[in-house]
């Protein structure tokens, strides 16, 4: 059985105090679940949609149905040196987690409500770290973790200015 893509897990934050947790003014018209990463277009904050996201600034804190000009969200900010856990895909396909994606970082993409990496996109905010494999090697032992979608662990390199 294939394995259920999810939004991004938070799994280590470099600050004591964990992610800032901040109200933004969200963009009209947008739905997301929780755990989408987001990113700010012109001055309102908004779900990852599409693919080549590489300007990404938070993980969403609530699900929302639909929003309004007006509507203010919830959203836990990134810090650099954030490591999560996400699942691969490849220009809008599963792909699978390979150990030469290591040491690479990369944009993400969002496909039904779940925010993936994206292997299609260089020069991104998300390093990869190492193979779900290799992370969760017990995991692992009754689901590859390679086989797609593959799941690497990933650190937040910082902000595109």
Request: no cysteine.
């Amino acid at each position: 059985m294939a394995r259920v893509a999810v939004n991004p897990q938070i799994v280590s934050v470099p600050s004591p105090q964990g992610l800032p947790l901040v109200k933004y003014t969200a963009e009209d018209s947008k739905t997301w679940k929780k755990g989408e990463l987001a990113y700010f277009t012109s001055g309102t904050i908004t779900p990852v949609a599409g693919t080549g996201v590489t300007n990404v600034f938070g993980i969403m804190a609530q699900t929302q149905s639909t929003s309004t000009s007006s509507t203010e969200v919830w959203v836990l900010e990134l810090i650099e040196g954030t490591r999560l856990y996400m699942f691969v895909m490849t220009n809008g396909s599963a792909a699978t987690a390979d150990t030469a994606e290591i040491g690479t970082a990369y944009g993400v993409e969002a496909l039904n409500n779940v925010t993936y990496l994206d292997t299609g996109t260089a020069n991104g905010q998300f390093k990869v770290v190492r193979a779900g494999s290799d992370a969760m090697s017990l995991r692992d032992s009754y689901a590859d973790m390679d086989s797609a979608p593959g799941l690497v662990l990933v650190e937040f390199q910082g902000y595109v200015s």
